[in-house]
């Protein structure tokens, strides 16, 4: 089975200051990755995704995330984030084998401070 | 114009009532699914629609049947709520594009569903 570990749960960070929030995964086939933000009482909204192709995946409002197999890692970042930025944000895991079940993390607050 | 819509937003009952929450998508996609969000966040599909028909049916109680009357609408009817099924419910929906699973979801606002 597919699996997803958000390492943080809750991430403070100073406004204009870099982030990453860290996401591993196990599974034993090639997997998709996604990373969703939730904002304080609405829907999830993908900020970015991992298909095949190049580590490094740009994604909305600045975030970035790099995919690494060796480490079964897909961190997100931010160089420099704003207010704004404060949500919530989750993991998410993808294969065929596994029915095309989107398998999330237990997400990550992050809370940028003034 | 919202993509993903849901009704209602909240909605509080009590215990043992019959209610139904419904979606609707104007994104013209085929696929559409209900997740359940517990009160730690953890986000978990319940089912999924691929035109009307069921794809995905997790382990989830039989007390909660969707309905996809077409591939615009999946509602969502829960019989004889218990304290339990508490949560936010989510609505989703996605294009298939030749890999299901690769595919970008859609989400609703949500329903709060808070069982008294």
């Known amino acids: 089975a597919q699996s997803v570990t958000q390492l943080d749960s809750q991430v403070p960070v100073f406004e204009e200051a870099p982030v990453e929030l860290r996401c591993n995964y196990s599974?034993?086939?090639?997997?998709?990755l996604f990373w969703y933000v939730q904002y304080p009482n609405q829907g999830l909204q993908l900020l970015l995704k991992?298909?095949?192709?190049?580590?490094l995946v740009k994604g909305i409002n600045g975030f970035e995330a790099e995919f690494n197999k060796s480490q079964t890692s897909f961190h997100l970042r931010k160089p420099s984030v704003h207010i704004s930025d404060t949500a919530e944000y989750f993991c998410?895991?993808?294969?065929?084998?596994?029915?095309?079940?989107?398998?999330f993390g237990a997400g990550t607050i992050l809370r940028v401070k003034s | 114009d919202t993509a993903v819509s849901q009704t209602p937003k909240y909605l509080v009952t009590q215990m043992g009532n019959d209610k139904s929450i419904k979606c609707e998508q104007n994104?013209?996609?085929?696929?559409m699914y209900w997740y359940k969000q517990d009160s730690k966040k953890f986000l978990k599909i319940m089912f999924s629609?691929?035109?009307?028909?069921?794809?995905i049916n997790e382990t989830v109680p039989n007390r909660f049947s969707p309905k996809s009357p077409d591939k615009a609408h999946l509602n969502l009817h829960i019989n004889s709520l218990e304290l339990g099924d508490s949560a936010v419910y989510f609505c989703?929906?996605?294009?298939?594009?030749?890999?299901?699973?690769?595919?970008?979801?859609?989400f609703g606002p949500g329903t709060r569903l808070t069982v008294l």
């Open positions: 991992y298909l095949s192709g190049s580590t």
């Open positions: 599974s034993s086939v090639s997997v998709y």
């Open positions: 994104l013209g996609h085929d696929t």
């Open positions: 998410a895991v993808s294969a065929l084998e596994y029915g095309n079940k989107l398998v």
């Open positions: 629609y691929n035109n009307k028909e069921l794809i």
């Open positions: 989703a929906s996605s294009q298939v594009r030749g890999m299901p699973a690769a595919d970008t979801q859609y």
